[in-house]
């Protein structure tokens, strides 16, 4: 279709036509013409643009639900294209990955074989049905009163009994004495994932079957005070637990230290494993790349 602009009026000098609706069309025609080209030559879809960062990850104010599917490894890949370097910062991704862990300590397994690194890498735990504990220690320091870690872990169970009603531990940060329950536990019970205090004060964390992936990002600020010690926990980049204040503190004495691995009731007599493919911690969110963990609604 051809428009016709109208001509000035004869007893005028002519200036520059103003763009009227006729223009406006013909404009956006040409417009919608020159994107056309391009979208053509890329087999029908536009060209890419840059992928905006993704936001840190959410507070309660807008961690609404979602009804995305979640895919409970994308924080482990995310966190895979950035390797998390830097003073105070350990990531098992950055070098010799068996070299990241103690694996000969005395104490760190009873009933069951010392814990492997596999393929992927990874560090596999196996617990035979009536074995107590498959346990290493990450090579990190001693969080004292006032410190503060992030730790970013990805783990995935094989065949673990999460419908127990006793005890179970995935990953603890023990105090400085050997006996009695550790400050900080993860624990798989009752279908769930928990956080608890002292063995008790438990924190539901969401559900939990026995081969899925845990893949938590814990904030620990530690402190023998209640009312300044917290914990926070997102779990596949959304908020689980936020704020919480643990009733017995995050420190029972000098000093806690972290332990990965499988520890539970002997009662258990059910054989299961678990294989960890990625454990960061650090002093701040920055340092261990909290912002490429998604989704974080």
């Given amino acids: 279709m051809t428009t016709t602009l109208p001509r000035p009026p004869a007893h005028r000098s002519p200036e520059p036509p103003r763009p009227g609706r006729a223009r406006l069309l013909l404009a956006a025609v040409l417009a919608g013409a020159a994107i056309a080209v391009p979208v053509a030559l890329s087999g029908g879809h536009p060209a890419a643009t840059p992928v905006t960062p993704p936001p840190a990850l959410a507070t309660g104010a807008d961690a609404s639900p979602t009804t995305a599917a979640v895919d409970t490894l994308a924080a482990g890949r995310a966190l895979a294209a950035r390797p998390a370097t830097g003073d105070g ?33 990874g560090l596999r735990f196996t617990i035979p049905g009536g074995a107590r504990r498959a346990e290493v220690l990450p090579r990190l320091p001693e969080y004292r009163e006032g410190d503060d870690l992030w730790v970013h872990d990805v783990s995935r169970l094989q065949d673990l009994p999460t419908d127990t009603d006793t005890w179970q531990l995935v990953l603890q940060w023990h105090q400085r004495a050997n006996s009695g329950s550790p400050p900080i536990a993860l624990e798989a019970g009752q279908g769930r994932l928990r956080l608890a205090n002292v063995g008790t004060d438990h924190q539901d964390l969401g559900p939990l079957r026995p081969d899925d992936t845990i893949d938590v990002v814990l904030h620990v600020h530690f402190s023998r005070s209640p ?41 258990i007599t059910q054989d299961s494993a678990m294989t960890t493919t990625r454990l960061v911690a650090g002093p701040t969110a920055e340092s261990i790349n909290v912002q490429g963990i998604t989704p974080r609604r």
């Avoid at 760190?108 to 814990?115: E, F, I, M």
């Fill in 89 to 121: 910062v350990f990531d098992s991704a950055v070098g010799d990955f068996a070299g990241h862990f103690d694996m000969t300590a005395d104490g760190q397994v009873d009933g069951a074989p010392r814990p492997r690194v596999v393929d992927g890498p």
């Fill in 227 to 267: 009312d300044d010690a917290v914990i926070d926990v997102w779990r596949d980049g959304r908020p689980a637990l936020l704020g919480h204040h643990p009733p017995q503190g995050t420190l029972l004495d000098g000093g806690d230290y972290l332990k990965l691995g499988l520890y539970r009731d002997p009662s």
